[in-house]
């Protein structure tokens, strides 16, 4: 049985390229209501924003 009054989540895995994206993104992860969950550096250029968003089912 599936509990219907729990909220359905949204979640994903960005990539940026470089710290002026990753800011831009992240600006606009927030303002589409998502959580940031962590941002992974593996030290060669990129970041990784992993995210989620709850939403009223």
């Known amino acids: 049985m599936t509990d219907t009054t729990a ?24 303002v589409e209501g998502f959580r940031i969950v962590t941002v992974i550096d593996p030290q060669n250029g990129d970041y990784y924003v992993v995210a989620q968003k709850e939403t009223k089912a």
Request: charged share 20%; hydrophobic share 40%.
């Open 7 to 30: 909220p359905e989540r949204e979640a994903g895995v960005y990539t940026a390229r470089g710290v002026h994206e990753l800011q831009t993104m992240v600006s606009w992860l927030a």
